[in-house]
């Protein structure tokens, strides 16, 4: 009797890459993406949408919403994602190498266009400089993806003109850096205003200006860039919704009440 092809812990870790960056509802044996990690890891488009959706079906945020992954091989993809959630930088970090060493490149080579300014870094410095540009350039791939390519306030579609907006600030909770559900799409200009508390999202995930913002009533930018989206709700996420947790912490220390 021939051997099963069993997973190893790398192509798990793969698998696990490309599901934090594919919502669920274009997980499919057609995606490219999922094709592509197929042929570099020498697996059928199938077996790589099968193990997606198991992961699925250990994602609580997916759960909560009612959305059932397929639990026949849970137990396999589970402790990945509990390595995942202790230690999310590294797991994310080392899966982009595993990544890049199949696609016979490395990840400087890959992400060079992130790093070409730090030739002048050496040791320690250059490489906690790098891991943070990389995993940056992967947590705003997951945002980006959870709400479509679309800013979640105006529904601008153009990827240059869109911000993976953290809710908890990235130097203020190492934790959860890069949980989607610290994440929304923002075009530039609401993305600054998020992060200077000039505007919020609560719990209900409508929108909020500050009393600093409304003092401004009476401009013209005013009412072609605010007076419009108060009380909106944001675009429904395909996955993740922001945590309600990470919005009271912003409304609580960052927004201008």
């Not at 949408?49 to 609580?60: E, H, I, K």
């Not at 679309?150 to 990235?170: F, K, M, R």
């Amino acid at each position: 009797m021939a051997l099963r092809n069993l997973w190893t812990k790398e192509e798990l870790i793969l698998a696990f890459n490309l599901y934090l960056k594919t919502p669920f509802a274009k997980i499919s044996s057609k995606n490219k993406y999922i094709i592509h990690l197929a042929n570099i890891i020498g697996r059928t488009p199938n077996s790589i949408a099968l193990r997606l959706v198991n992961f699925a079906s250990v994602d609580p945020a997916l759960t909560a919403r009612g959305i059932k992954g397929m639990t026949g091989g849970s137990k396999i993809v589970q402790p990945i994602w509990d390595e995942f959630f202790h230690n999310q930088e590294e797991l994310v970090f080392r899966s982009e190498q595993i990544l890049a060493e199949k696609e016979k490149t490395t990840i400087e080579d890959k992400y060079k266009n992130i790093l070409l300014d730090l030739n002048d870094l050496k040791g320690e410095t250059v490489i906690r400089e790098v891991k943070t540009r990389v995993n940056q350039t992967v947590f705003r791939q997951m945002v980006l993806g959870n709400y479509s390519s679309q800013c979640a306030i105006t529904g601008i579609d153009i990827p240059e003109l869109l911000v993976a907006s953290h809710i908890i600030p990235w130097a203020k909770n190492e934790n959860e850096r890069l949980n989607p559900e610290n994440g929304i799409c923002l075009s530039p200009l609401y993305d600054k205003a998020y992060d200077k508390g000039l505007i919020g999202i609560d719990t209900n995930y409508k929108i909020i200006l500050s009393k600093d913002l409304k003092r401004k009533s009476s401009s013209s930018f005013f009412a072609n860039h605010f007076a419009l989206i108060e009380n909106k709700k944001i675009l429904e996420p395909l996955n993740y919704f922001p945590r309600k947790e990470f919005l009271e912490y912003h409304l609580n220390s960052i927004f201008e009440k």
